[in-house]
C-alpha cells in the first residue's frame, strides 16, 4: 500500500461536500481552500459551486484522476462509497464517521467491508473514525477542525491513534508558537497504520522528529519494527494500562498486561517513551531542531540553588545522569568563578553573572556531558548569554536547554533568541528536567545501540 | 537463531504425544524432555507406573528425592489430592513407596490415569527463585519474561518483559533490571548466582516461541539460580490452539479511537 497519494495528493475530491456552514462537508471544503490542487465537491444533491469549485454528483462523474478522496457521510454510507472510489481509480481515502469496529457488530461488519475494499484495491483508507490529518507545509488540511487552518509548519510529525489526540498535540503546538510537518489522526486504521505511517514520515523531508500516541493495535511488532528501522527520531506516549490478555494457565501468561510489552518493547527497539502530552512535544522539538545526545549524561548549571536541586533530582528520576565533571572543567571553573559556590555537577554560580555563558561552555565541552541544561532566573542587567550560545552552540554538538523565569515582557525576546539558536527555553525547573530527562533516555538508547553495532562489527 | 530448527523439531518431538491425545497442555516430564533436549538443565528424573518402579527410580537418581503426579488430568499438582500431588524430601526407600502409593490412591479415587514422576531433590535454599517464560502475544508474537520466581510471583510482579529473540545483552538487561537483581549477585553475602547460565535461559525460551508457532506459553517456575547453574525445577509448556485461532483479521482491531 501506497501512503504517498494519501499525504502528498495532486487532487481531493471531498464527498458529502456541503454548503452549510454547520455541516463537517463545508469545514473541511473551507479547510481545503489553501491546497495548491483541484479539490471537487461531490453531492448529488446539491447544485452551484463551493468555494469557487461546481458540485458534481458522484466521483465517477469526475473526468480527470482524483488521488484523494475525503468521505464526509454517515457511516452507513461509508462502504459504498468506498467501493465507488476504488472503482474510480481513487488510491487514498480519509473516513470521518464513527460507528465501525469500535462500536458493535453491524460497526464491524462494515468495516470489514471496507477492509476488503481496500485490500483488493489497494487503497491507502485513513480511518474510520478519525478526524484526519493535516500536512501545513503543503496547505494540506485533511481535517475538518475548526481553527486547524492557524498551525503552521515545523519539524515534528504527530501520528496519534486518536484523531483527538492529535488535534490535542496540534493546538497545544500552536499555543507554544509552534508548527508541525504533519498531524495524523489514524482512528481505527483499517488499512493505513502505525507501520505506514511511520515509514512515510521518517522519508518525509520535512519531517526531522516523529512522536506516536498509542493506545493499543493489533500490530505491535510491525510499529516496533518500523520504529527501529527509522532514522528519524520517534518517542512514545503509550497510553491505557490495559488488562492482560486472555492467559489463565500460566504465570507468565497473568504477569503479561499489554502496557508492559509496549513499554518494554518501545525501550527494545530504541524509542523513549513519555508520559505527557508536553514531554512528547518538547521532547520530539528538542530532538528536531537540534543536535541528538549521545548518551544519558547531563551537567547542569544553575545560577540559582534551589531550582537547581528541584531539577538535579528530578531528571534523575526522570532516568537522566548527572556525571562528575573532569579535573579540567573544575579547574577553568575555579578560574571563572573564585570560590565558586558549587564546582561539581551541578554548578551552581550562587547568581547570574557575566561569566555565566562562559561557564556553560565550560560545562558543555566536558566530554563526560551529554545535554545541558541551564537554570537562570532572568535578570534585566544581565540578560541571556544569547549570544556566548550562539557561539556554542556552533562550537559543541550537544543539546543544550535553558529554564528561566521573569516576567514575560523581560524575557521574551532573549528567549526567542536561544529558540532561533535551537536552544530550547523552558519556563519551569520540571518541565527542563523532563526534557532533560527524555533526551537523557533517548541518548542512553543511541549509545546502547551504538555499542551493540559496535559488537556486531567486531564479531 | 542462526537455524532455528532444531529448537522446532525438538517441540514437535515433545508435542506430539499431547497432539495425539488431543491436549494443548504438556506433562511435567514432558516440558522438561523438552527443556533438556534444548539445553536447560532440569533436576534429574523418571516417570514410575507403580510404587515399587518408583522405587527403583529412586535407588537409580540417588536420594533425596520428590515425587510428583505425572498426569494430562493435573496442572496444579501441589493443591491436587489433598496434598498428595507433591511429596518432597523423601531420604529413603519406605519413604518413596508412602508418597507413591498416596498418589496412586488419590488417582484411583478419581478415576483418572496418572504415574509418578521420581526427581533429584534440590536444595532451594542454595539459590534464589526465578520465574522464566514466554506467551506468543496477538500484537507482538513471541515475547519473554523474568522475574523473581516462586510462590509470591504474582504477588511481587517483580518482572520484566522483552519481545523475543532477546540478544545475550537484551536478556541480561531484563535480569539486572529485576528489584530482585541484588539478590542475585551476592547480596549480603549470598553466594553469587550464575548469572550466565540464567541469561541462556531467558534466551532459549525466547528462542523456543521464536522457532516454534506450537508453543503458545512456557513457564518455568521456579529455575534456582544458583552459583553453579540455572535448573528448572518446573516447567509448563502450553500448546497453540491446533485450529490457528488468531489468525490476523482485516484492519487492527485494537482500540478504537476517541
Same mark, same amino acid.
Given at each position: 500500500?501506497?501512503?504517498?497519494?494519501?499525504?502528498?495528493?495532486?487532487?481531493?475530491?471531498?464527498?458529502?461536500?456541503?454548503?452549510?456552514?454547520?455541516?463537517?462537508?463545508?469545514?473541511?471544503?473551507?479547510?481545503?481552500?489553501?491546497?495548491?490542487?483541484?479539490?471537487?465537491?461531490?453531492?448529488?444533491?446539491?447544485?452551484?459551486?463551493?468555494?469557487?469549485?461546481?458540485?458534481?454528483?458522484?466521483?465517477?462523474?469526475?473526468?480527470?484522476?482524483?488521488?484523494?478522496?475525503?468521505?464526509?457521510?454517515?457511516?452507513?454510507?461509508?462502504?459504498?462509497?468506498?467501493?465507488?472510489?476504488?472503482?474510480?481509480?481513487?488510491?487514498?481515502?480519509?473516513?470521518?464517521?464513527?460507528?465501525?469496529?469500535?462500536?458493535?457488530?453491524?460497526?464491524?461488519?462494515?468495516?470489514?467491508?471496507?477492509?476488503?475494499?481496500?485490500?483488493?484495491?489497494?487503497?491507502?483508507?485513513?480511518?474510520?473514525?478519525?478526524?484526519?490529518?493535516?500536512?501545513?507545509?503543503?496547505?494540506?488540511?485533511? =481535517?475538518?477542525?475548526?481553527?486547524?487552518?492557524?498551525?503552521?509548519?515545523?519539524?515534528?510529525?504527530?501520528?496519534?491513534?486518536?484523531?483527538?489526540?492529535?488535534?490535542?498535540?496540534?493546538?497545544?503546538?500552536?499555543?507554544?508558537?509552534?508548527?508541525?510537518?504533519?498531524?495524523?489522526?489514524?482512528?481505527?486504521?483499517?488499512?493505513?497504520?502505525?507501520?505506514?505511517?511511520?515509514?512515510?514520515?521518517?522519508?518525509?523531508?520535512?519531517?526531522?522528529?516523529?512522536?506516536?500516541?498509542?493506545?493499543?493495535?493489533?500490530?505491535?511488532?510491525?510499529?516496533?519494527?518500523?520504529?527501529?528501522?527509522?532514522?528519524?527520531?520517534?518517542?512514545?506516549?503509550?497510553?491505557?494500562? =490495559?488488562?492482560?490478555?486472555?492467559?489463565?494457565?500460566?504465570?507468565?501468561?497473568?504477569?503479561?498486561?499489554?502496557?508492559?510489552?509496549?513499554?518494554?518493547?518501545?525501550?527494545?527497539?530504541?524509542?523513549?517513551?513519555?508520559? =505527557?502530552?508536553?514531554?512528547?512535544?518538547?521532547?520530539?522539538?528538542?530532538?528536531?531542531?537540534?543536535?541528538?545526545?549521545?548518551?544519558?549524561?547531563?551537567?547542569?548549571?544553575?545560577?540559582?540553588?534551589?531550582?537547581?536541586?528541584?531539577?538535579?533530582?528530578?531528571?534523575?528520576?526522570?532516568?537522566?545522569?548527572?556525571?562528575?565533571?573532569?579535573?579540567?572543567?573544575?579547574?577553568?571553573?575555579?578560574?571563572?568563578?573564585?570560590?565558586?559556590?558549587?564546582?561539581?555537577?551541578?554548578?551552581?554560580?550562587?547568581?547570574?553573572?557575566?561569566?555565566?555563558?562562559?561557564?556553560?561552555?565550560?560545562?558543555?565541552?566536558?566530554?563526560?556531558?551529554?545535554?545541558?541544561?541551564?537554570?537562570?532566573?532572568?535578570?534585566? =542587567?544581565?540578560?541571556?548569554?544569547?549570544?556566548?550560545?550562539?557561539?556554542?552552540?556552533?562550537?559543541?554538538?550537544?543539546?543544550?536547554?535553558?529554564?528561566?523565569?521573569?516576567?514575560?515582557?523581560?524575557?521574551?525576546?532573549?528567549?526567542?533568541?536561544?529558540?532561533?539558536?535551537?536552544?530550547?527555553?523552558?519556563?519551569?525547573?520540571?518541565?527542563?528536567?523532563?526534557?532533560?530527562?527524555?533526551?537523557?533516555?533517548?541518548?542512553?538508547?543511541?549509545?546502547?545501540?551504538?555499542?551493540?553495532?559496535?559488537?556486531?562489527?567486531?564479531? | 537463531?542462526?537455524?532455528?530448527?532444531?529448537?522446532?523439531?525438538?517441540?514437535?518431538?515433545?508435542?506430539?504425544?499431547?497432539?495425539?491425545?488431543?491436549?494443548?497442555?504438556?506433562?511435567?516430564?514432558?516440558?522438561?524432555?523438552?527443556?533438556?533436549?534444548?539445553?536447560?538443565?532440569?533436576?534429574?528424573?523418571?516417570?514410575?507406573?507403580?510404587?515399587?518402579?518408583?522405587?527403583?527410580?529412586?535407588?537409580?537418581?540417588?536420594?533425596?528425592?520428590?515425587?510428583?503426579?505425572?498426569?494430562?488430568?493435573?496442572?496444579?499438582?501441589?493443591?491436587?489430592?489433598?496434598?498428595?500431588?507433591?511429596?518432597?524430601?523423601?531420604?529413603?526407600?519406605?519413604? +518413596?513407596?508412602?508418597?507413591?502409593?498416596?498418589?496412586?490412591?488419590?488417582?484411583?479415587?478419581?478415576?483418572?490415569?496418572?504415574?509418578?514422576?521420581?526427581?533429584?531433590?534440590?536444595?532451594?535454599?542454595?539459590?534464589?527463585?526465578?520465574? +522464566?517464560?514466554?506467551?506468543?502475544?496477538?500484537?507482538?508474537?513471541?515475547?519473554?519474561?523474568?522475574?523473581?520466581?516462586?510462590?509470591?510471583?504474582?504477588?511481587?510482579?517483580?518482572?520484566?518483559?522483552?519481545?523475543?529473540? +532477546?540478544?545475550?545483552?537484551?536478556?541480561?538487561?531484563?535480569?539486572?533490571?529485576?528489584?530482585?537483581?541484588?539478590?542475585?549477585?551476592?547480596?549480603?553475602?549470598?553466594?553469587?548466582?550464575?548469572?550466565?547460565?540464567?541469561?541462556?535461559?531467558?534466551?532459549?525460551?525466547?528462542?523456543?516461541?521464536?522457532?516454534?508457532?506450537?508453543?503458545?506459553?512456557?513457564?518455568?517456575?521456579? +529455575?534456582?539460580?544458583?552459583?553453579?547453574?540455572?535448573?528448572?525445577?518446573?516447567?509448563?509448556?502450553?500448546?497453540?490452539?491446533?485450529?490457528?485461532?488468531?489468525?490476523?483479521?482485516?484492519?487492527?482491531?485494537?482500540?478504537?479511537?476517541?
Amino acid at each position: 500500500m501506497d501512503v504517498g497519494t494519501l499525504f502528498h495528493p495532486r487532487s481531493i475530491a471531498v464527498v458529502g461536500a456541503s454548503s452549510s456552514p454547520e455541516k463537517i462537508g463545508h469545514e473541511v471544503m473551507a479547510n481545503l481552500s489553501r491546497f495548491d490542487g483541484r479539490v471537487y465537491p461531490v453531492n448529488p444533491s446539491a447544485d452551484g459551486e463551493l468555494f469557487g469549485e461546481p458540485f458534481v454528483e458522484s466521483i465517477a462523474a469526475i473526468d480527470d484522476p482524483v488521488d484523494l478522496a475525503i468521505l464526509a457521510v454517515p457511516a452507513g454510507a461509508v462502504p459504498d462509497v468506498v467501493a465507488e472510489c476504488a472503482a474510480a481509480g481513487v488510491s487514498a481515502v480519509v473516513i470521518y464517521a464513527g460507528g465501525f469496529a469500535e462500536s458493535g457488530a453491524e460497526g464491524e461488519r462494515r468495516q470489514e467491508r471496507i477492509a476488503e475494499t481496500a485490500a483488493e484495491h489497494d487503497v491507502a483508507v485513513l480511518g474510520p473514525n478519525t478526524s484526519g490529518f493535516v500536512i501545513p507545509g503543503d496547505g494540506l488540511l485533511g =481535517s475538518f477542525a475548526s481553527g486547524i487552518d492557524e498551525l503552521g509548519a515545523g519539524d515534528v510529525a504527530v501520528i496519534a491513534q486518536s484523531g483527538g489526540v492529535a488535534h490535542a498535540l496540534a493546538f497545544q503546538a500552536l499555543r507554544e508558537g509552534r508548527g508541525l510537518s504533519a498531524m495524523v489522526g489514524l482512528g481505527n486504521r483499517v488499512a493505513v497504520g502505525f507501520p505506514e505511517a511511520i515509514r512515510y514520515f521518517d522519508a518525509h523531508a520535512d519531517t526531522e522528529a516523529i512522536v506516536l500516541h498509542v493506545e493499543g493495535t493489533d500490530r505491535g511488532r510491525e510499529l516496533l519494527e518500523a520504529c527501529r528501522a527509522a532514522e528519524t527520531p520517534v518517542l512514545a506516549y503509550k497510553v491505557g494500562e =490495559s488488562d492482560v490478555g486472555d492467559f489463565a494457565e500460566s504465570h507468565t501468561g497473568a504477569l503479561t498486561g499489554d502496557h508492559d510489552l509496549y513499554v518494554a518493547g518501545f525501550e527494545q527497539y530504541g524509542v523513549p517513551t513519555v508520559s =505527557s502530552t508536553t514531554e512528547l512535544l518538547d521532547g520530539a522539538t528538542a530532538l528536531a531542531g537540534g543536535p541528538v545526545p549521545d548518551g544519558p549524561n547531563v551537567g547542569v548549571v544553575t545560577a540559582q540553588a534551589g531550582p537547581g536541586i528541584i531539577v538535579a533530582d528530578r531528571i534523575q528520576r526522570a532516568g537522566g545522569r548527572l556525571p562528575s565533571l573532569s579535573d579540567e572543567t573544575e579547574a577553568t571553573l575555579e578560574e571563572l568563578l573564585p570560590g565558586i559556590t558549587y564546582a561539581d555537577n551541578p554548578v551552581d554560580t550562587g547568581r547570574p553573572m557575566p561569566a555565566f555563558g562562559d561557564v556553560v561552555a565550560t560545562v558543555a565541552r566536558d566530554d563526560a556531558v551529554d545535554v545541558v541544561l541551564v537554570y537562570e532566573l532572568y535578570e534585566a =542587567s544581565i540578560g541571556l548569554p544569547v549570544d556566548r550560545m550562539e557561539a556554542l552552540v556552533e562550537a559543541v554538538d550537544k543539546p543544550v536547554l535553558f529554564a528561566t523565569d521573569g516576567p514575560d515582557a523581560d524575557v521574551a525576546d532573549d528567549a526567542a533568541a536561544l529558540e532561533s539558536l535551537g536552544v530550547p527555553v523552558l519556563r519551569t525547573p520540571e518541565r527542563a528536567a523532563d526534557l532533560a530527562g527524555v533526551l537523557a533516555r533517548y541518548g542512553a538508547l543511541r549509545a546502547r545501540d551504538a555499542a551493540d553495532a559496535e559488537v556486531v562489527a567486531r564479531e | 537463531m542462526s537455524d532455528p530448527s532444531p529448537l522446532a523439531d525438538a517441540v514437535d518431538e515433545a508435542a506430539a504425544s499431547a497432539r495425539a491425545e488431543g491436549r494443548t497442555t504438556l506433562t511435567e516430564a514432558e516440558a522438561k524432555g523438552l527443556l533438556s533436549a534444548v539445553g536447560v538443565a532440569t533436576p534429574e528424573f523418571e516417570l514410575a507406573a507403580d510404587p515399587d518402579a518408583a522405587v527403583d527410580a529412586a535407588e537409580r537418581i540417588g536420594y533425596p528425592v520428590v515425587a510428583k503426579v505425572s498426569s494430562p488430568a493435573v496442572t496444579h499438582k501441589s493443591e491436587w489430592g489433598d496434598g498428595a500431588g507433591v511429596a518432597v524430601g523423601l531420604d529413603g526407600p519406605e519413604a +518413596v513407596r508412602r508418597a507413591a502409593a498416596r498418589i496412586d490412591e488419590a488417582a484411583a479415587d478419581r478415576g483418572i490415569a496418572a504415574s509418578v514422576l521420581v526427581e533429584s531433590a534440590v536444595d532451594v535454599d542454595a539459590g534464589t527463585e526465578v520465574i +522464566v517464560g514466554g506467551t506468543n502475544d496477538p500484537s507482538f508474537g513471541p515475547v519473554t519474561l523474568v522475574g523473581l520466581g516462586g510462590t509470591f510471583t504474582e504477588v511481587y510482579g517483580d518482572v520484566a518483559h522483552r519481545i523475543a529473540p +532477546v540478544t545475550e545483552r537484551e536478556a541480561r538487561e531484563a535480569v539486572t533490571s529485576l528489584t530482585a537483581a541484588p539478590l542475585l549477585s551476592g547480596y549480603r553475602g549470598r553466594v553469587p548466582a550464575d548469572l550466565d547460565a540464567l541469561v541462556d535461559v531467558v534466551r532459549t525460551v525466547g528462542d523456543l516461541l521464536d522457532a516454534s508457532p506450537e508453543i503458545a506459553e512456557i513457564d518455568l517456575n521456579p +529455575v534456582l539460580a544458583a552459583s553453579d547453574g540455572a535448573t528448572a525445577l518446573d516447567g509448563l509448556v502450553v500448546l497453540s490452539e491446533a485450529d490457528g485461532a488468531g489468525d490476523a483479521e482485516a484492519g487492527d482491531a485494537g482500540g478504537a479511537d476517541r
